[in-house]
């Protein structure tokens, strides 16, 4: 790892999460997931009813001596974490509700601004055996920026269209780890007790980041978050400190393909798209002057000036207020309203031949 200023892309560190995260350079990460110790108290741990405990670690990490201990180690992993992301980068902080409240509010006292909470519906949550409680069917998710005026990234259009075309909601409905995905030792025991479906971390880092972004874990486990990571084409950063799990890790890294970086691609949303007025496609000669518009049901035509306005009996204007006007509706969206007549008769919608423009700027 060198003296400490290089930065280890596709690594997994063995090691203490502050003393690697200390190592790293300034606003090196565009991306940062973590999923800390839940510091699970014996009597809220999920356990059967001969008192062992159900899918949720048992051991002197995950366990503190008291709130002020957890509370200590938790900022002083954060401090690190936000030192490292960069100004438009974004924190996920993954939590039940041992600690997920007590990780807001440290969240928030170091700076952090919180863009949602995000919850984690699980399909096949584990049973409450002793039926005392309610069945604890989720987890929760914290999505924060570097600050409040933080630029951050979010791939709102990636994420539509994840969910069939309807804006993603902020809670996700995703099973627990299962099958085939679940790393197994030789004797067949789960080599992780709280491993990450695959699906969770894809959907998190299809949101915030895009190809060649650097997503740290400073709590990498089993490897999920790098094995995604490197799917996606992104750069990972693991850090583990047990080692049986970062070797689980590693094994599971050497068997991912990257996807090609065209198919790791996010759709851009609308404001990253540059503005380009309809006057320059009849300037490029896409719609040239006294071309005809007419809507989808040729109910309307409209011929087209060169000065970017168009004419449709007695209304004038852009094609937003003529689109409008012909309606006799408050506003249209002239783009997805007009479609420019070729001379064999065919339709070409205006917002595909701004798109072809947009791709050759």
Known sequence: MGTGLDLPLDTVLVGDCIEMLRRLPPASVHAVFADPPYNLQLKGALRRPDDSLVDAVDDEWDRFADFATYDAFTREWLTECRRVLRKDGTIWVIGAYHNVFRLGTVLQDLGFWILNDVIWRKANPMPNFRGRRFTNAHETLIWASRGQESKYRFNYAAMKALNDDTQMRSDWFIPLCTGGERLRDAAGNKVHPTQKPEALLHRVIMSCT?????VLDPFLGSGTTAAVAKRLNRRFIGIEREPTYAEAALGRLAAVEPVTESAAMTLPSKREQPRIPFGTLVERGLVPPGSRLVDRQ??????????????CGRAAGSI???????QEA???NGWTFWHLERRDGSLRLLDELRMELVGTT
């Open 210 to 214: 895009q190809p060649g972004d650097v």
């Open 330 to 332: 408050p506003s249209c």
């Open 298 to 311: 040729r109910r309307w035509t409209a011929e087209v000036g060169a000065d970017g306005t168009i004419r």
């Open 320 to 326: 937003h207020q003529v689109g409008a006007a012909v």
